[in-house]
């Protein structure tokens, strides 16, 4: 436990967090605080379900009915206490031994979540569910009903958040007759994306060697924050909530900034921006967006976007620097999802992770395609290139980043269809062909 202690602590260190020489890491005997089991899903409901949501059989097929879990558990906080955490584990009705697989969700300002298949992104953890995977929906420190607020991109907690939920539903798996083959997979689009690849890093670090990595498939996510990402402050934007809620959030855990941090906005903005991240947040990022201009740098007082620019030592941007992905060499098998015409996270920032691992390592894939098909859209396809790159890990295939034959056609096909109907919104809309930066309009 001692060597394991100095590893973690190591760690922390090694991610920028402050860690004080009197503070006190005492982990507890046991994470789980409590489970309750929420919906029983049959296959029948199931199969109902699939064929209300067009979701076809040949690409996931219903193998097996569902039992739906709320999770409560401990996790590890910045200043090495433990935390309340909430999340949601789905687990298949077999006898068989199923793997593991964490679902990373994309970004949520408001604080209250649903629990269920009501919840779009939790029919995501349900498709691997139905396919014998013990599948886990992690909400990050501060949303579903847990404790402290949430750090909006920040790789450490979104990596800590994940893994104690891990680590509590173990403790969940003989209590409820459930047996695991030992394999783990990991995944998240957008932000979730960005917790994916945290946690495989974090996973590889060695500060905890219980919890073995099989392979991850992050999708669509901001690993670039300093490079591809930052250049959407400068130019119109679908969602410019995205730069307040990384202040806010840095501010809230790090104090990057002296006073208040609502003070960097200018007016009416500043004023909005309290009042909607006044807590216990409501609101969504849809509201969030509808306040702001649509270039979000001129939401932000010149002095700081000054230093921004020009001041590599900015608190801020160091921030930003310490949550980049793009530099680091994976161990496990990686697969790396998103389109061209994301409009949102912007596809160089796979393609800046790719190059810098691929010629490092072999064990990284990429799968970037979709001309015109923006961040909701690219979606679907990236989550089933997901499932057959971890189906073909499972069953021990070789070449796990081809997808099999037929269910690849069926995508090339689909893909071709979406992207086809996608470059024809653009003509009818009047947007430049191939601008990734169009003002559309996009439920995430």
């Known amino acids: 436990m001692k060597n394991v202690l100095r590893i973690l602590l190591f760690s922390l260190l090694f991610l920028g967090i402050q860690v004080s020489s009197h503070a006190a890491f005492t982990p507890p005997d046991h994470y789980l605080v409590s489970y309750e089991l929420k919906y029983s899903y049959t296959k029948d409901s199931l199969d109902r379900f699939w064929k209300t949501h067009h979701i076809p059989q040949i690409v996931d097929k219903v193998r097996n009915a569902v039992d739906m879990y709320e999770v409560t558990y401990k996790g590890l906080w910045l200043d090495s206490s433990f935390i309340i955490a909430k999340g949601v584990m789905y687990v298949p009705k077999t006898e068989i031994p199923a793997a593991e697989m964490v679902y990373c969700h994309g970004t949520r ?22 396919d014998n995977y013990v599948a886990l929906f992690p909400y990050y420190y501060g949303l579903g009903g847990g404790e402290k607020q949430h750090v909006y991109q920040d790789s450490w907690t979104e990596a800590m958040s994940v893994i104690y939920m891990i680590k509590a539903c173990r403790e969940i798996y003989p209590k409820i007759g459930r047996s695991t083959s030992g394999q783990l997979f990991l995944t998240g689009y957008s932000q979730g994306g960005h917790a994916a690849m945290a946690t495989h890093k974090m996973l590889e670090s060695g500060a905890f060697p219980e919890v073995k990595l099989t392979a991850s498939s992050p999708m669509s996510g901001a690993y670039d924050m300093t490079g591809a990402q930052a250049k959407t402050m400068f130019r119109k934007y679908d969602q410019p909530h995205y730069l307040p809620y990384l202040l806010i959030s840095y501010q809230y855990a790090y104090h990057l900034l002296p006073g208040n941090v609502y003070d960097v906005f200018k007016e009416p903005y500043k004023d909005e921006l309290e009042k909607a991240f006044k807590q216990p947040r ?12 649509k270039i979000p740098g001129d939401m932000v007082v010149d002095s700081l976007l000054a230093r921004f620019k020009s001041d590599s030592t900015f608190p801020f941007t160091r921030k930003l620097q ?15 999802c998103a389109c061209y015409g994301d409009n949102e996270v912007m596809y160089q920032n796979t393609e800046v992770a790719y190059d810098y691992m691929h010629q490092r390592t072999d064990q990284v894939h990429k799968r970037v395609f979709g001309k015109h098909l923006s961040h909701n859209p690219c979606a679907p396809f990236a989550i089933l290139y997901t499932k057959y790159f971890f189906d073909k890990i499972r069953a021990g295939k070789k070449h796990p980043e081809k997808a099999p034959a037929g269910k690849a056609l069926i995508l090339k096909m689909g893909i071709s269809i979406a992207n086809h109907q996608a470059k024809n919104h653009l003509k009818r809309t009047g947007h430049v062909e191939g601008d990734a930066l169009a003002s559309r309009k996009h439920e995430k």
């Open 282 to 293: 409501s609101v969504d990022y849809g509201y969030v967006n509808s306040i702001l201009p």
């Open 109 to 130: 300002i408001s604080i209250a979540q649903s629990c269920g298949i009501d919840d779009l992104e939790q029919v995501v953890t349900m498709m691997h569910a139905v």
């Open 322 to 336: 310490e949550n980049c992905l793009v530099k680091w060499v994976p161990k496990a098998p990686m697969q790396l």
